[in-house]
């Protein structure tokens, strides 16, 4: 991805010279996000300066080339941070837009108070150490992935169900909703959860995960309202991976009763959900390769008949919902 993002602000520089400040160079800018991480907010300014250029709006387009020179020469170590602007400065109004760009009914973020920041802190540090414990590789994949955890709190009356959140235009971010104060267990389901959806957003950088229309719905018992087939592509892998994950930890973390059958839980659930999110892409999904790879991949890990236990009656098969947007 900072592969990627490095080319593209050179091919622009080349490009849009005449409107962009001459320094910093493409070239300097490019070398520092080659070198190492960026904070997220490095890419969210690259989509937000490819749409003034295209706008025409030359005074915001040379202040975001100065702001991506300025990011991502500083070093970005992991953190986790509320979500206000004192902590975010001006990529809060930015995260706010990019998280929820999509979205029918887009949820509002706030910054949680002290308590419920610390307790996400001490449930995020006691996840990633269990995990360490367990599965080291896959705990240095989620810290290689997730570079910002970004604490919110969503109003009562917000109808939107989020437990965390991604975004492609903010790699490296995450978002995780604490007011309900999350233990280390349910950290570490949407840790793993939005590190996949990183994983994929790198992965399909050139070549999508499936070829279906955008505008194609797709009814699915995994959400109320109908979908793309990307979105059904990225939730099913999520599942898959978070019910691999869970089965590694169950015979072998040292866990309380409750939090055993918490893992339990959640496992089956996945489960259940990759089963019907795999029928339905194995379907209904004009799959690419690499797309077609990763979910026979997926299927092979989650073991032979599994998926095919609790399957969906005729009655509930999944159909091709034929709303346009």
């Known amino acids: 991805m900072r592969e990627d993002l490095a080319a593209s602000l050179e091919r622009l520089g080349a490009r849009a010279g005449a409107v962009l400040p001459l320094a910093p160079d493409a070239a300097a800018i490019a070398r520092d996000i080659r070198s190492r991480r960026v904070a997220p907010g490095v890419f969210g300014r690259y989509y937000d300066l490819v749409t003034a250029l295209q706008t025409e709006d030359w005074t915001a387009a040379a202040r975001l080339w100065r702001e991506i020179a300025q990011e991502a020469a500083r070093p970005a170590d992991f953190a986790v941070l509320p979500f206000d602007a004192e902590a975010l400065g001006d990529d809060a109004g930015r995260y706010q837009r990019m998280f929820t760009i999509g979205l029918a009914a887009a949820p509002q973020?706030?910054?949680?108070?002290?308590?419920?920041?610390?307790?996400?802190?001490?449930?995020?540090?006691?996840?990633?150490?269990?995990l360490d414990a367990v599965h080291a590789d896959w705990a240095a994949e989620i810290r290689a992935l997730i570079g910002q955890v970004i604490a919110v709190v969503r109003p009562a009356a917000d109808a939107v169900s989020m437990s965390g959140g991604s975004s492609m235009m903010l790699w490296g971010a995450v978002l995780i909703d604490v007011g309900a104060r999350p233990d280390r267990i349910r950290v570490l389901s949407v840790l793993a959860h939005e590190a996949t959806h990183q994983l994929l957003f790198g992965l399909a950088r050139?070549?999508?995960?499936?070829?279906?229309?955008?505008?194609?719905?797709?009814?699915?018992?995994?959400?109320?309202?109908?979908?793309?087939?990307?979105?059904?592509?990225?939730?099913?892998?999520?599942?898959?991976?978070?019910?691999?994950l869970f089965e590694i930890l169950r015979p072998r973390a040292r866990l309380s009763d409750a939090e055993a059958a918490l893992v339990a839980e959640i496992s089956d659930l996945q489960r259940r959900r990759f089963a019907q999110g795999s029928e339905l892409i194995l379907e209904q999904a004009r799959s690419s390769a690499l797309g077609r790879r990763l979910i026979e991949e997926a299927r092979d890990v989650i073991a032979g008949g599994e998926q095919s236990r609790g399957g969906m009656t005729e009655a509930g098969r999944n159909k091709v919902c034929r709303t346009e947007t």
């Open 109 to 130: 973020f706030a910054r949680p108070d002290d308590d419920a920041l610390t307790h996400l802190r001490e449930s995020l540090s006691a996840a990633l150490a269990l």
């Open 206 to 244: 050139s070549e999508p995960l499936v070829m279906n229309p955008v505008r194609e719905r797709f009814c699915t018992p995994l959400r109320p309202t109908p979908r793309p087939m990307n979105a059904i592509f990225h939730s099913t892998y999520v599942s898959g991976r978070i019910h691999a």
